[in-house]
């Protein structure tokens, strides 16, 4: 007989939130709210951020998981965060379509089928600038711009699964693990392409960029 001590906690605190214990509700997303602040504030577009901040949609998105939570351990395939990222990503959707609905069409119209990012995807530029952001060396506005630009040729020509797990595990902090079941790869092929980009990457920025993890 398995005794409470050998649940794992997490897993104690869904089986009471399912049984109507809004205070382990409270608890179990409370511990995974830093996380998801960190991977909405990467992904929400700057034109909405006057009106929607990232608290607003973590807290969206913690209302819809204590209502579908019983939806979810009916048939949990993935981990409970997972799931969690999963409900703010469809919130970030819809709001990004609300608000920027005609300006996404209208850029879409402007680019063939193979240069358009998915939906739920971060474009080639945005990546670029973050990742100029973490090298210290490039000091000048030049520089940084060069470089930017560079670094926005090499993403585009890479398939954006690659472009998506240098995201999921730079910007978005997520494991190897978590990103080979959002991206529905076996953990090794997830391995395999984040050393392949992480090495096209080192060619282009060097030792100087802070391309860790964490």
Request: hydrophobic fraction near 40%; aromatic fraction near 4%; proline fraction near 2%.
């Amino acid at each position: 007989m398995t005794s409470n001590a050998d649940i794992p906690a997490e897993e104690r605190l869904l089986q009471l939130a399912a049984g109507g214990d809004s205070d382990a509700l409270g608890r179990l997303l409370e511990s995974h709210r830093q996380r998801l602040e960190r991977i909405v504030r990467v992904r929400l577009d700057h034109r909405v951020q006057s009106r929607m901040n990232a608290s607003d949609v973590i807290q969206e998105t913690c209302i819809e998981a204590g209502e579908r939570l019983k939806e979810y351990l009916e048939n949990p395939e993935v981990p409970f965060f997972v799931w969690l990222r999963y409900l703010a990503h469809q919130r970030l959707q819809q709001l990004h379509r609300h608000h920027l609905g005609r300006q996404i069409r209208d850029a879409n119209r402007e680019r063939s089928i193979e240069q358009q990012d998915s939906e739920d995807q971060l474009g080639s530029g945005i990546i670029a600038a973050h990742l100029v952001a973490r090298i210290s060396s490039a000091s000048s506005i030049l520089q940084r711009e060069e470089l930017c630009q560079r670094l926005r040729e090499l993403l585009d020509r890479m398939e954006p699964v690659d472009r998506e797990i240098l995201v999921l595990r730079h910007f978005e902090h997520l494991t190897n693990a978590e990103s080979a079941q959002i991206l529905n790869l076996s953990t090794t092929a997830a391995s395999n392409r984040y050393i392949r980009a992480l090495e096209r990457l080192r060619a282009v920025i060097g030792d100087d960029g802070d391309l860790r993890v964490g």
